[in-house]
């Protein structure tokens, strides 16, 4: 199975601060990189996918990037709704294994 | 739109068994492989079994095998996981996915069904 691995596993910030999350694959998994956003008690909710492509209705402020075994997930400007856990998910190979999670908690 | 409806968790003791349902409504149910994650309090999400649109495709994480098994009939629209052997570190909400056909990501969760394994 592809690990995927994501740095860091929590980070504090304030509203309005620039956020950055990365990914990394265990093996290549070119462009098949996915980020979800969950928070306490919902199910997760899908960000970008191809890792960078919006998922319907995500805010702008969210970009994605990389490939290879490389990405990160950019947070421009943090919300007060952006407060949450995010999961990368590689879509290369089955099983579509996920990182651990970074949460992403208020300063 | 789409909707993904799971039911069938409780509490079991050790041992025992339980059957997991995911009802879908929206789409086309037959055309999609479908899968099962789970999450164990306050941990991250890991992935338990896939099954392809025909059933031919079936894996199970490692975790599971020999214990679980996944099913679906397309002409209900359901997907099922029955989980036998249960054991405590089976606790977790269970949640059903649909899995895109390009990219293979999940845009579609079921909202989660909490199994307990407890004596």
């Known amino acids: 199975d592809i690990q995927m691995t994501q740095s860091p596993s929590s980070l504090s910030a304030a509203v309005g601060d620039r956020v950055s999350i990365t990914c990394r694959a265990s093996?290549?998994?070119?462009?098949?990189l996915n980020w979800y956003q969950q928070k306490p008690g919902k199910a997760p909710k899908l960000l970008i996918y191809?890792?960078?492509t919006f998922q319907t209705g995500v805010p702008s402020r969210f970009s994605g990037s990389g490939s290879g075994t490389d990405f990160t997930l950019t947070i421009s400007s943090l919300q007060p709704e952006d407060f949450a856990t995010y999961y990368c998910?590689?879509?290369?190979?089955?099983?579509?294994?996920f990182g651990q999670g970074t949460k992403v908690e208020l300063k | 739109q789409v909707q993904l409806v799971e039911s069938g968790g409780g509490l079991v003791k050790p041992g025992g068994s339980l059957r997991l349902s995911c009802v879908a409504s929206?789409?086309?149910?037959?055309?999609?492989?479908m899968s099962w994650f789970r999450q164990a309090p306050g941990k991250g999400l890991e992935w338990v079994s896939y099954?392809?649109?025909?059933?031919?495709?079936?894996n199970y994480a490692d975790s599971v095998k020999g214990r679980f098994t996944v099913s679906r009939d397309n002409a209900e629209n359901s997907l099922h996981l029955q989980m036998n052997s249960l054991r405590a570190e089976d606790t977790a909400v269970y949640y059903c996915?649909?899995?895109?056909?390009?990219?293979?990501?999940?845009?579609?969760w079921g909202q989660g069904t909490l199994v307990t394994v407890s004596s």
């Open positions: 996915a649909r899995r895109s056909s390009a990219w293979n990501y999940f845009g579609s």
């Open positions: 929206g789409f086309s149910f037959s055309d999609y492989y």
């Open positions: 099954i392809s649109s025909s059933s031919s495709y079936i």
């Open positions: 093996q290549s998994i070119g462009s098949y």
């Open positions: 191809a890792a960078s």
């Open positions: 998910q590689q879509g290369y190979s089955p099983p579509e294994t």
